[in-house]
């Protein structure tokens, strides 16, 4: 579509945007490349700083995906950490909310909050991307700074909705570049810097349902209103 849609429903918007939930259960079978080769398309369309573009994606399946998560679960057990972004933990509000977010996804999956192993368990499932068909890696190039760092997030969020308007569940997973080594063990060398990724396929049957309904703050709380 080329021309300009000015007024959507908002109805529609309020289901594409509801609609996208972190899924963590996956069935199996591939999406077709042709409804991958769409979605990717139109993640392409997101806005950036001076359309810099700075997004630079690696899509995994099948064999690949394989080799890509036996290679994460080897570096979480064997390894150390190699991200190409420091990872620093949250404080103060951010680290309340991350808290309470684990709290809820970790009762969603079952998992007791004391329960070390099935927490070690949870995390080496990330790590083979919950069960996903395809993973998608997003990196920017080395020279990025944080506007790059900004619009990858926009595009992110862009091929999620993407995904979601196709019956594509996903799920975002900042662990994914914990361990960027591992990554360029398989995919090749690459100067770029992986910032995170997202597993995606089609839901298993009531996984949606199934991840809690995380709450965000009162918008009070986050957005000022000046007049
Ligand atoms: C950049 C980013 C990184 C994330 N990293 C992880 C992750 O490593 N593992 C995970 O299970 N969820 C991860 N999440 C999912 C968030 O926990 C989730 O988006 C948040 O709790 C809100 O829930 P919702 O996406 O279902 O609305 C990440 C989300 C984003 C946007």
Redesign the pocket.
Known sequence: MTSLQTSLEPVMAERLIRG?????AYRPDPVPDTVIAEVFALAAAAPSHSNTQPWSVDVVSAGARQRLGEALVHAAESGKPSPDFPLRPYTGTAAER?FA??A??HEALGVARDDRAARRR?FLA?LRF?GAPHVALLSVPADADERMTADL?IY??TLMLAMTAHGIAS??????GFYADAVRSVLGPSTDKL??GISFGYPEPGAMAA????P?APLAETTRFHA
């Open positions: 996208r939930r972190a899924v963590r991350s977010a684990g809820l996804t949870a990330g919950y997030g992110a969020q799920c975002p997973q900042g662990v994914l910032l995170f991840m809690p309904d995380v965000r």
